[in-house]
């Protein structure tokens, strides 16, 4: 007897062979919702209120928002028109936030810090020093696991800095090469020489770190399968544990959209892309490199990013400084963002002079509905490649996958996922290669709008 396939599976199954055959690239997906989603939180809601459930085990993000230059590609929340001042009034506001912070959620075991950027190498080791006395003071219950992540551009990778980040047990540290043609490179907007990028994986290198990460961009304006590959190469050549390869994401306000509408001949389409996507993926399997999401591969037995997986298995992230996030179990918040000079600077200041209070309202948020929460845990675990009922079921009190049965249904069908013996769904190469397009069929129509209604500024 033939079964009618219903409407929905159709649809979902409509919607991802028309995206496979059309080689669509949506962007990297790496949060659920976006921050383009957050708006003013209503009703309004105090921080303590916010993390007053929090339990066991805490991620922690820092964000620096400095950088000796903006790149034509970057729309991340930094300044590069910081004094020296700023910088240091900043560290001192970071250090009130996060005794702030202490006070609420010390007792938590802290699983994984990250400290991210902008640059935040343009902290010079004593304000680093600084900056983690104050973690440690607030947060006393390090797991001895835990990953200790700090980022960087080649042209601040001193030796001073980096031995002073290991003394203050730093496991991981993670820079942006982004191409290694001299061209290419300076048409992105990152003036430093190719010597001093050789120099900076040499002092990485003998300093040592148990995990290093390089970040690579691939569709870069002039790039070429040849060039690509050139920078592929010479990166894993420098022996890193983990790398990321990110294929270029256009944004409103940044030099490369300006560039691609006056010279779109200068650009590889999506379809190159994903060829380079391809023969990197290959490549890399050959030489050891296991796949952890779209854009990771590293040579680790576990994951070269723990607090992605920490994050989305559900563990909460509390975001410290101007432009970071928090995800609290069900609320998600941060300051406000920018991408122009002033709109930024006013960002700063703001949490400068801030006085950082357990009992003041949170800014723009999005609060995370039951619903809302379950495509997150499917979106996001599903990027990492599996996702396990049991988890599933732990999260939602005994909740199955039923919900999902259109969209998991049409993964299947079309070869995106297989079922393991366990019942979980695990992702094929091809579902890695469409998991940012397998991301938006689990996105809700209410995300979706906010996202589309965004202004940048
Ligand atoms: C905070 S930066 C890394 C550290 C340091 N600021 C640097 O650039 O060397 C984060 C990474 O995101 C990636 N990235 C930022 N904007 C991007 C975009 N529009 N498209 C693709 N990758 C992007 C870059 O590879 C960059 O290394
Ligand atoms: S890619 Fe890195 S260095 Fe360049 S602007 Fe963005 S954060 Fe700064």
Redesign the pocket.
């Known amino acids: 007897m033939l079964y009618a396939t219903p409407a929905s599976e159709q649809d979902a199954r409509t919607r991802l062979q028309r995206a496979i055959a059309g080689s669509e690239l949506p962007c990297y997906v790496y949060s659920y919702p976006s921050k383009r989603a957050y708006r003013p939180v209503q009703p309004a809601r105090t921080l303590a209120e916010v993390w007053a459930g929090a339990r066991d085990r805490l991620n922690l993000y820092v964000h620096v928002p400095f950088?000796g230059?903006?790149?034509s590609f970057?729309t991340?929340f930094?300044t590069t028109s910081h004094s020296p001042q700023m910088v240091d009034d900043y560290v001192a506001a970071l250090q009130r936030q996060v005794a702030m912070y202490g006070a609420l959620l010390g007792h938590l075991e802290v699983v994984s810090l990250y400290v991210g950027?902008?640059?935040p190498t343009t902290l010079s080791p004593d304000q680093f020093s600084t900056v983690f006395e104050a973690l440690h003071r607030a947060f006393p219950r390090f797991s001895p696991t835990a990953e200790v992540a700090v980022e960087g551009?080649p042209d601040t990778m001193t030796a001073e800095r980096l031995e002073r980040l290991k003394a203050l047990g730093v496991n991981r540290i993670s820079m942006?090469l982004q191409t290694l043609d001299e061209e290419e490179r300076k048409r992105a907007g990152?003036p430093y020489s190719t010597q001093t990028l050789y120099q900076a994986v040499e002092t990485i290198q003998r300093v040592g770190f148990a995990n290093v990460n390089y970040d690579l961009i691939y569709g870069l304006e002039g790039q070429q399968r040849e060039t690509w590959l050139h920078s592929l190469s010479t990166t894993v050549g420098f022996g890193p544990r983990t790398v990321t390869l990110y294929p270029v994401v256009f944004r409103p306000l940044t030099v490369i959209d300006k560039r691609r509408e006056k010279h779109a001949g200068g650009f590889m389409d999506d379809g190159s892309k994903y060829a380079l996507y391809d023969e990197s993926v290959a490549w890399l399997a050959e030489r050891g490199f296991r796949q952890n999401s779209f854009v990771r591969f590293s040579t680790l037995e576990h994951d070269g990013l723990q607090q992605e997986v920490a994050d989305f298995a559900g563990v909460p992230l509390l975001g410290l400084g101007a432009g970071a996030r928090s995800y609290a179990d069900t609320v998600h918040y941060g300051t406000d963002f920018a991408v122009r000079r002033p709109e930024t600077l006013d960002i700063i200041r703001g949490f400068i002079s801030h006085e950082h209070r357990p009992d003041e309202p949170l800014g723009l948020g999005f609060v995370l509905d039951e619903d809302e929460q379950k495509r997150r845990f499917c979106i996001l675990n599903l990027s990492l490649g599996r996702l396990e009922p049991g988890a599933y079921a732990q999260r939602f009190r005994g909740a199955g996958l039923d919900d999902f049965a259109e969209e998991l249904d049409a993964l299947i069908l079309e070869g995106c996922v297989t079922v393991d013996r366990e019942g979980s769904y695990a992702l094929t190469p091809l579902g890695f290669k469409f998991s940012n397009v397998i991301a938006t069929l689990f996105k809700s129509p209410t995300v979706d709008a906010l996202e589309r209604d965004f202004l940048p500024t």
């Open positions: 950088c230059y903006r790149c970057c991340l930094l950027g902008g640059t551009s942006g990152r």
